[in-house]
């Protein structure tokens, strides 16, 4: 996966260059780079990027701590500004024209992000467990990964605004630099293999001008460089090493993790030390957050803890659980002590550690024989539709929540085959002509970008869209103040049964196989999957046993259930969402057959009397409401 972080010039010298680009140890005052990074028993960090070239740099040329501080820690000044410097005070300018000579355009305050990239638990095991071989195999993988990821980052993501309100727009046509630092461990001293790569936010314009890259534009394409990450990491292992993958539920509701099938998870256990001291931390913080009062005894914060405030939780509890780095160990040092560590901790299992590339060989038998060799679009298409429009509360999403979810269904489907190039955004395009419609209320220039253009499904009601779009202070993006009527949970201090948000992942898996299985049957029967003249039901209101039904919706192609379970099985789901499913199916042939009956008696009773129809079918409405008592009507959430 990919974290990203923002990077200012007084942060890298506090924090950076004494910490992060010596393998995240204490660096001792005074001590050069270099001779700390060997001391540390981290690799120097070295050069990437293809605007290299534009400042006299050469790809994977050593970073060095001058290089460094000028970039990052001076403003976003060239990396040899001294050499430059130098030169023009030799050739008789002025200090003031000679400093003008090593800047980069403006100096900024932001002079970069940091971006942390490390593979699966899975792959990191085999790297720090494997033979030599596969280790150096794994770190291969892993630097063609973050090239890749830059790579898209400079030809699809990094634009410089300059003009009035950064009217005009323009991709760094020579690209971006970064310099990669290398790590091996975390600091609970467990394998650990990640790369931090410093981006700086310097770029130049076709003028050739230096401007400063749209920071914003790099946070809101983190999910989606992440995804194209994770994506190419394991392929990559996959393909060289002749393994495959699988999913695995880390937390159940939540989005599943792609690892290397065969590899025993009581291993990933024995890594996540540090995962259950946040974790013991976060579920105290949680419960401070639900019962935390004012002094008139009013809640401060939700009664509930929703994602985002939980995603703030968990990152107070990583700052307060973090450990002091361990002592510097070389690589081979820490192989040896990490395989020690392992066999300990599986005791009986021990002799497992000396064949796991076999086993997990012996798994990618089995499983490549069930993946096809060629994505169906069509699927992917409406799988990824339905599952970004499910995931999103208000419905409507931009391009890269689409071109995320491609990534992810990619692995999920191909299980570490390599794919074609520009297939996640032939999914996309697909997705966007059959299955979105655009919503758009451009009301500035940039909310007419094609990268803020705003979708929703095509089966979503015709509502007016969310604001959304980029636009001025007008408060139309604040959030509505809570109603004060509305009802709380009662939560005495001392209660630890603290309420959650429901995640919304399973949901947007069915629905997802639901409208999968609808274009199964579609192709079959040569029927438009969307009816025209009616609107058709979102597919997790089908799947959540909604009380009722438009009866125009009948006129769509049933659920091939039996299709529908091949494909979940196939995607190797637990036996109770597939009974879910069924029991959805049979709740679905229910509600046509009921929606039916409705619609005939209605017909019947306008032709003797249209002011007799609306009481019949509240009538029928009120009798099917006491047939069904539990059931939640319009407007109700999902049964828990």
């Not at 924090?15 to 001792?28: K, N």
């Not at 005074?30 to 690799?43: F, H």
């Not at 309100?165 to 650990?192: I, N, T």
């Not at 705003?454 to 109603?483: M, N």
Request: proline content about 6%; glycine content about 8%; some cysteine.
């Amino acid at each position: 996966m990919m974290d990203a972080m923002i990077v200012n010039a007084g942060q890298m010298q506090r924090y950076y260059t004494r910490e992060t680009v010596v393998g995240d140890g204490r660096r001792p005052a005074r001590t050069p780079l270099k001779k700390a990074q060997e001391q540390a028993g981290v690799p120097a960090g070295r050069w990437m990027g293809r605007g290299l070239g534009a400042l006299g740099l050469v790809a994977g040329e050593e970073v060095t701590e001058e290089q460094l501080r000028n970039l990052f820690g001076e403003g976003g000044r060239h990396p040899d500004a001294e050499r430059l410097v130098a030169e023009r005070l030799a050739a008789g300018d002025s200090p003031k024209v000679a400093r003008r000579a090593g800047a980069l355009g403006r100096r900024v305050k932001v002079v970069g992000f940091d971006f942390v990239f490390r593979p699966q638990p899975t792959i990191y095991l085999l790297w720090a467990l494997g033979d030599e071989e596969t280790r150096l195999v794994i770190e291969a993988a892993h630097e063609r990964a973050i090239a890749r990821v830059l790579e898209w980052i400079e030809d699809h993501v990094a634009v410089i605004r300059f003009g009035t309100d950064g009217v005009y727009q323009v991709r760094p046509p020579g690209g971006l630099v970064a310099a990669r630092f290398r790590h091996h461990e975390s600091r609970a001293g467990m394998p650990l293999l990640h790369d931090h790569l410093l981006l700086s936010i310097k770029g130049q314009r076709l003028d050739g001008k230096w401007g400063s890259v749209h920071s914003e534009v790099l946070f809101e394409n983190a999910v989606a460089a992440s995804a194209l990450y994770n994506e190419i990491v394991a392929a990559e292992v996959c393909e060289t090493l002749g393994v495959a993958t699988e999913p695995r539920t880390v937390t159940a509701g939540r989005r599943p993790v792609m690892e290397i099938a065969g590899i025993p998870h009581e291993l990933i256990a024995w890594t996540a030390r540090r995962g259950e001291q946040i974790a013991a931390c976060l579920t105290d913080l949680e419960h401070e957050y639900v019962t935390a009062t004012d002094d008139d005894g009013n809640l401060k914060f939700a009664p509930v803890v929703s994602e985002r405030a939980r995603a703030k939780l968990n990152r107070i509890a990583a700052r307060k659980t973090r450990p002091a780095k361990p002592r510097a160990r070389s690589l081979t040092q820490l192989r040896e002590d990490w395989h020690s560590s392992a066999r300990a901790f599986l005791a009986a299992g021990a002799h497992l550690i000396d064949s796991l590339l076999e086993r997990a060989r012996a798994a990618a038998d089995a499983i490549r024989a069930r993946v096809a060799a060629v994505v169906d679009v069509g699927l992917a298409a409406i799988a990824v539709t339905a599952t970004v429009f499910v995931m999103n509360k208000d419905g409507c999403f931009h391009r890269r929540a689409l071109l995320a979810e491609a990534r992810r269904h990619l692995a999920l489907v191909q299980r570490g085959r390599l794919r074609e190039p520009g297939l996640d955004d032939r999914i996309v395009d697909a997705a966007l002509a059959e299955h979105c419609t655009d919503i758009t209320e451009a009301r500035t220039k940039r909310g007419e970008e094609p990268g803020y253009r705003l979708y929703t499904a095509r089966w979503a009601p015709a509502a007016p869209p969310p604001s959304r779009t980029p636009a001025a202070a007008s408060g139309r993006d604040r959030k509505p103040a809570p109603d004060p009527a509305a009802p709380v949970l009662p939560i005495e201090p001392g209660e630890w049964d603290i309420p959650r948000e429901p995640l919304r992942h399973n949901r947007a898996v069915l629905a997802a196989r639901v409208l999968t299985a609808r274009l199964h049957t579609a192709r079959r029967t040569a029927r438009p999957l969307y009816d025209a003249t009616a609107h058709q039901p979102p597919p997790e209101q089908l799947l959540l046993f909604a009380q009722e039904q438009p009866a125009a919706a009948k006129a769509g192609p049933a659920v091939d259930l039996a299709t529908l379970r091949t494909d979940l099985e196939a995607l190797g789901l637990t036996a109770e969402q597939l009974d879910y499913v069924g029991r959805a199916g049979q709740r679905l042939a229910a509600l046509r057959k009921d929606a039916k009956e409705r619609a005939d008696r209605v017909a019947a009773g306008s032709a003797s009397s249209a002011q007799d129809a609306p009481d019949a079918h509240r009538q029928d409405e009120q009798r099917a409401h006491r047939q069904h008592p539990h059931e939640p009507g319009r407007g109700h959430g999902a049964p828990r």
